[in-house]
């Protein structure tokens, strides 16, 4: 059974930092796109940042360029959001996803995989984790 954890989330101060981690189980992610969503009250699910197995690949949301990073770790089947200078327009519900993709052409067009992981018919969700930033 696919299992995905999140967890790292937290209250912080506006311009505080918090990691997250996205721990895997059940299944090796070779070939697939990883990434992290939200959800905010009364809001739809967003694209917050995705990555390519490989780490070929990277995207982010305009909203958290500059401000978070997404990584891998292939040996530990963990990948992780470093998010800096937060602001309490990030306070969310943070999901870690993944989905699978067709890596015989290379890694996806690196717009694409958030698109890839929301709506893919066969991808792993996790439970969510709070991420709550104070002014």
């Known amino acids: 059974q696919v299992q995905l954890v999140e967890s790292g989330g937290g209250l912080v101060q506006a311009g505080g930092s918090l990691r997250l981690s996205c721990a895997a189980s059940?299944?090796?992610?070779?070939?697939?796109?990883m990434g992290w969503f939200r959800q905010a009250p009364g809001k739809e699910r967003e694209f917050v940042a995705a990555i390519y197995w490989s780490g070929d690949s990277t995207d982010y949301a305009d909203s958290v360029k500059g401000r978070f990073t997404i990584t891998k770790d292939n040996a530990k089947n963990t990948w992780y959001l470093q998010m800096n200078s937060l602001r309490p327009g990030d306070t969310a519900v943070y999901f870690c996803?993944?989905?699978?993709?067709?890596?015989?052409?290379?890694?996806?067009?690196?717009?694409?995989?958030?698109?890839?992981?929301?709506?893919?018919?066969?991808?792993?969700w996790g439970q969510g984790t709070q991420v709550t930033v104070s002014s």
């Open positions: 059940g299944r090796t992610f070779r070939n697939y796109a």
């Open positions: 996803a993944a989905s699978p993709v067709d890596g015989r052409a290379g890694p996806p067009p690196p717009s694409a995989m958030g698109l890839m992981i929301l709506t893919s018919p066969l991808g792993y």
